[in-house]
């Protein structure tokens, strides 16, 4: 009697979720000249035809990947701002929060953060498809600042000048140029508190003027 033929095993579909966390995790220790498709392979099951096919290039999965990073490190802090928002009851809470929130963002401890945000922007340069979705990340962030400014403004916690978009793209602007400082003289003690001060009266201009007295 013929040999019966063994059944293959079904072919595992890999989770895509899974395979951008784990390029996420192999750029991280390898940097992206050291990332490899072939170990992602082995440590997903994913065949390079279906990586292909979902992402187009390896390039185009790591545009994804970075621009999983980027959203993760700003939502941290559109979570936490709409918990400030949230909480406040009235303008001088809204702002006592604001300005805690400032002087958290400039902490030293937050470098590594704003570095790494910095060099996923500068990656884009020459890379339609690095842009394309880091700038689809980037509208999302933008919009739901936007939106919590303008929850704020229908509560009357704030008194926002300028559109609430142009408000949610100056504070993330402040967030990272920070790094500027802190590239210029990481020592100097006195910058985060000028910094923080600046901001501050930034903020209370564009959001807070005849709502709150200093």
Known sequence: MPAKKR??????IPDLDQVVDITIELLEKHGESGFRIEDLMERTGISKSSLY?????????????????????????????????NRARTPDELRA??????????????????????AIIAGIRGRPDFYASLSQAQIELTQSVAALFEEAQ?????????????????????????????IEDPQNTESPDDWINLANDLIDHMMFDGLVND
């Open 7 to 12: 059944k293959r095993a079904p072919r595992r």
């Open 53 to 85: 096919l979902r992402f187009g290039s390896r390039d185009g999965l790591l545009a994804t990947a970075y621009s999983k990073v980027f959203k993760s490190l700003v939502m941290e802090s559109v979570t936490g701002l709409a918990a400030i928002i």
């Open 154 to 182: 229908r509560k009357g916690l704030i008194n926002i000048k300028h559109s609430p978009r142009t408000g949610a793209q100056l504070i993330q602007a402040l967030t990272l140029g920070r790094i500027i400082a802190e």
């Open 97 to 118: 929060g604001l300005h805690a929130a400032t002087a958290f963002v400039a902490s030293p401890q937050r470098f590594k953060q704003r570095l790494e945000r910095a």
